[in-house]
């Protein structure tokens, strides 16, 4: 099998806003990685919808905190097992804030 990266939607949060739009069908992906812009106004927290639908947002947490991603940082989340994800900052944007998306998948199989 090989492993494939390849860009998603990005993941934009409006200026003076506080939640970005959603990226979903993420079946195929093993992990997928956030690249946060070099500047943030808030603290800015992984969101996670367990469905379809978008109406039961939460926060993913790892070792019992929430995960954060600062400015200029990138996260890397694995074991992909909700089907939609967004971004969620603790106060309101100063401007846009972009943050680009990329995930890994496998291609290919036993012969």
Known sequence: MSSWVVDLPDLVIANAGTVSGAI???EDADTITIYAPAALTG?????????????????????GSDVTIGAGNAVVVGDISFRQ???????????????????????????
């Not at 996670?48 to 939460?58: Q, Y």
């Not at 994800?85 to 291609?107: C, D, H, M, N, P």
Request: glycine share 14%; proline share 2%.
């Open 24 to 26: 979903g069908s993420l």
């Open 43 to 63: 603290t800015v927290t992984i969101q996670i919808e367990p469905t379809a639908a978008g109406t039961d947002w939460i926060d993913l947490t790892s070792g």
């Open 85 to 111: 994800i967004r971004l969620s900052s603790g106060a309101a944007e100063g401007a846009e804030r972009t943050f680009r998306v990329t995930k890994q998948f496998q291609v290919g199989g036993r012969r």
